[in-house]
């Protein structure tokens, strides 16, 4: 096999937002032509799973595409608390939310339907047209300007007078104009883009929806679930017309996971989850394909079986007893996310000198990369555990990498914030126990199999095993093996 110099990878971002060169080594799984037919509308997976990178491989193909249009929704950076205000009062739970959500992606789809040259049904472009015109909703103006000028006009909109009793064609006569509830306006909408035929496809895409999120925040909670439930109505009623309506909602599995709603389960034939595989190599899911894509774009090795190798010296014979090959060591320490394993092969690339990657440099660049990964988990656990520095800090006076669940609740009991955590919240050290394990902090030992959750979303913990502290972490907890 040909040696190639490891320094000579381009790795790309750490963030998929914003990547161009997702257009040549994103890795597609087999769902990614169910989401491009529009089968799919929720992708849920875990904080680096590859959610935005799905989002932006799409929009990069939509922009040197004439037929395909997007617009964006985040919550970064959003007025949730105005959205909030614009609530029906006289609906309950997340029904209350259902209108401004549906009112603002059929205003999306308004603009896009105006923008799109081969859309025919005359009557119903210039209806909207008027209407966005008319409320200073013209293109250039994203979901957040929306909702500040909705907050403005007291929740009102204008439209013409004739619209109300379902007359759309043109005339010169009957343009009266009114002011009514936004509310008023939805199904407007929705029969006006019905009627649209267009052979483009206009995109919503839904991402960084975790911003501003805290665990037991009722108010965000019914927020999103207001959304998936305007986002499916939405799609149900487009689907019947010609407009190729493909709305795309992705949001981390943690939060996902503890919404509770009599409805999700209707979302399951148009949802997937992202679950990558470290260990069969021949598989359409397997993490290795992240890296290798990446490989074979910066080197010219598309006809290369395993570059990986060409690249990373696996069997170095200095590794560790019981450990394969660097592949095995490196996945051992990341949640099997794309983003912890590119992460640690930039930081390799800091101590590569030249030619394949050693296992000397691997190790060397690990401490880097447990801090990285360190901060990635306070960014996910830090809403459901407000103590979770003091938590990580008592497997540090621990000092060892596999511990008994009584010396942790031993150390747990005798910090004094966390103690005082316990009082205030009523909470108790298996509380805690059960975030770290949920999040990958701790798994289970059985024997010599070590037991993650990252590895069985159904995997609960056992308090009656040991635990042991994810490698990952080891480096910047200061733990040693025992």
């Not at 799919?40 to 004439?66: H, N, S």
């Not at 249009?69 to 608390?81: A, E, G, H, K, V």
């Not at 074979?296 to 570059?307: F, H, I, K, M, Q």
């Not at 447990?370 to 555990?385: F, G, M, Q």
Request: proline letters at 3%; aromatic letters at 10%.
């Amino acid at each position: 096999m040909d040696i190639w110099n490891f320094n000579q990878v381009r790795w790309g971002q750490d963030e998929a937002k914003g990547d161009d060169d997702l257009i040549e080594y994103f890795v597609p799984f087999p769902e990614f032509e169910l989401i491009r037919s529009g089968e799919v509308r929720y992708v849920i997976g875990r904080k680096g799973a590859g959610k935005t990178a799905i989002l932006e491989r799409l929009r990069l193909e939509a922009e040197d595409d004439p037929m395909r249009f997007y617009s964006t929704l985040t919550l970064r950076d959003f007025p949730i608390n105005d959205i909030r205000d614009f609530r029906d009062r006289s609906s309950r739970d997340k029904s209350q939310f259902v209108p401004v959500w549906l009112f603002l992606i059929y205003v999306e789809l308004a603009k896009i339907a105006i923008d799109d040259n081969g859309a025919s049904s005359i009557e119903a472009i210039d209806a909207l047209e008027k209407f966005l015109v008319m409320n200073n909703l013209s293109d250039g103006i994203g979901f957040t300007d929306t909702v500040t000028l909705l907050k403005s006009s007291g929740s009102k909109v204008k439209i013409l007078a004739k619209w109300l009793e379902g007359e759309y064609q043109r005339s010169d006569s009957s343009q009266i104009e009114v002011q009514v509830h936004y509310q008023k306006v939805v199904d407007i909408l929705k029969d006006l883009l019905t009627n649209i035929k267009t052979n483009s496809q206009y995109w919503l895409f839904m991402d960084e929806l975790d911003e501003g999120f805290r665990s037991g925040d009722s108010g965000l909670r019914l927020l999103l679930l207001a959304l998936l439930r305007a986002v499916e109505d939405s799609a149900i009623s487009l689907q019947r017309s010609s407009l190729i309506y493909r709305p795309l909602l992705v949001l981390r599995s943690d939060i996902f996971d503890r919404l509770e709603d009599n409805d999700l389960n209707k979302l399951d034939d148009h949802l997937i989850r992202l679950n990558w595989i470290s260990k069969d190599d021949e598989s359409e899911y397997a993490l290795k394909n992240v890296p290798n894509a990446r490989i074979r774009t910066s080197l010219n090795l598309a006809g290369v079986s395993d570059p990986w190798c060409a690249i990373v010296d696996d069997s170095d014979p200095s590794l560790p007893d019981r450990v394969n090959n660097i592949w095995q060591y490196m996945v051992n320490r990341t949640y099997e996310r794309p983003r912890d394993i590119i992460k640690f092969l930039k930081n390799c690339k800091k101590k590569n000198n030249g030619g394949r990657l050693t296992f000397e440099e691997v190790k060397a660049a690990e401490d880097n990369y447990s801090a990285w990964l360190y901060n990635e988990l306070r960014d996910e656990i830090h809403s459901y555990l407000p103590v979770w520095r003091e938590a990580l800090q008592c497997l540090t006076r621990i000092g060892t990498g596999k511990i008994k669940y009584s010396d942790y609740v031993t150390q747990l009991n005798s910090d004094r914030v966390i103690s005082k955590w316990f009082k205030d919240q009523g909470k108790a050290p298996e509380d805690i126990v059960e975030i770290l394990f949920d999040f990958g902090v701790v798994g289970n030992l059985d024997g010599k199999r070590w037991l993650f959750k990252y590895k069985d979303d159904d995997l609960a913990w056992n308090p009656s095993m040991d635990l042991i502290v994810h490698f990952g972490l080891n480096r910047k907890l200061r733990l040693f093996k025992r």
